[in-house]
């Protein structure tokens, strides 16, 4: 069963949107474009998944929409899975990062910690590369297939924003983060 599930990378990728998305449903079309990969394979990994149980169709006038079904037995396992894939991307991600300058704070934040309303999703403070940042960025959010926002700070600007207590830096500072790099506040 488990050669039925992981056969294809289209499919991996259906799995991604599906067991993350498990109360969203999808047309055709619409995850074509969101895993950008060729309509004919989607539809066959979605027959493919729907043979399965794993996930259900609706029609609705002219459009077949597509559901995760949560009753599927391996639902848990697979949403764990793929939520734990994730995670491994994501510790990527931040090592990554650490390796494109002297970088004295690091936080995942936003799309990493469910924070739907965070204007940034990495922030970093020190001195980086941008080109080399914007490519790793660039490949991570391939990866992930989501849009990731980053903010660059000197560490002195960081401590100017930080002391008048700046609205954007206050509300990354005092919500759900990853801290994965802090030279600043460890003293």
């Known amino acids: 069963m488990l050669e039925h599930i992981f056969g294809s990378r289209t499919r991996v990728k259906l799995l991604r949107v599906f067991l993350s998305n498990p109360d969203k449903d999808y047309f055709v079309r619409e995850l074509t474009r969101k895993i950008k990969e060729r309509i004919n394979s989607v539809r066959r990994e979605l027959d493919n998944l729907e043979k399965l149980g794993l996930i259900a ?96 700070m000197t560490k002195k600007e960081f401590e100017y924003r930080n002391d008048l207590t700046d609205k954007f830096l206050y509300h990354i500072l005092e919500n759900k983060k990853i801290v994965i790099t802090d030279k600043i506040f460890s003293k």
Do not use: C, H, W
């Not at 006038?61 to 697979?78: P, S």
């Not at 939520?83 to 491994?88: F, G, N, R």
């Not at 080109?131 to 926002?149: G, M, S, Y």
């Open 57 to 152: 169709a609706q029609q609705t006038g002219q459009k077949k929409f597509y559901r995760v079904d949560e009753k599927f037995i391996l639902f848990d396992e697979l949403r764990a899975l793929i939520l734990k894939s994730q995670m491994t991307i994501e510790r990527d991600l931040a090592k990554n990062i650490k390796s494109v300058g002297q970088i004295s704070y690091l936080a995942l934040t936003g799309i990493f910690t469910d924070v739907p309303d965070a204007q940034t999703d990495i922030l970093i403070v020190g001195k980086v590369n941008r080109t080399k940042l914007n490519r790793l960025v660039a490949k991570f959010r391939r990866e992930l297939d989501k849009n990731i926002r980053f903010t660059v």
